[in-house]
Nanobody
Framework: QVQLVESGGGSVQAGGSLRLSCAAS????????MAWFRQAPDQEREGIAT???????TYADSVKGRFTISEDNTKNTLYLQLNSLKPTDTAMYYC?????????????????WGPGTQVTVSS
């Protein structure tokens, strides 16, 4: 059974940094696409970063150059480093997974989700 649990969210000022973690159980990282999504109030859930079993990454334009997705397969943990944070980055951040190698930032591909961790950026 796949379980994902995020941690590391919090409140920071604009320009600050956070590192989010996602503890994954029941997932063989090499067989899965792992991703980070975020959802602000009254907005659609947005895919912002993906990583496949070969370590290939993709990013949404809104976070490219500021956020970095990575994973530690020995710990079965997915990370998202958030730098140069802006108030517009305020959202609930979710970890997601699906079994496959062609990662997409479209939420419909993902069938495993964590409960989310809140990130709030003040100006």
């Amino acid at each position: 059974q796949v379980q994902l649990v995020e941690s590391g969210g919090g409140s920071v000022q604009a320009g600050g940094s956070l590192r989010l973690s996602c503890a994954a159980s029941g997932v063989t990282n090499s067989d899965y696409c792992m991703a980070w999504f975020r959802q602000a109030p009254d907005q659609e859930r947005e895919g912002i970063a993906t990583i496949n079993g070969s370590g290939r990454t993709t990013y949404a334009d809104s976070v490219k150059g500021r956020f970095t997705i990575s994973e530690d397969n020995t710990k079965n943990t997915l990370y998202l480093q958030l730098n140069s944070l802006k108030p517009t980055d305020t959202a609930m951040y979710y970890c997601a997974a699906y079994r496959g190698s062609l990662c997409s930032r479209y939420r419909g591909f993902y069938n495993y989700w964590g409960p989310g961790t809140q990130v709030t950026v003040s100006s």
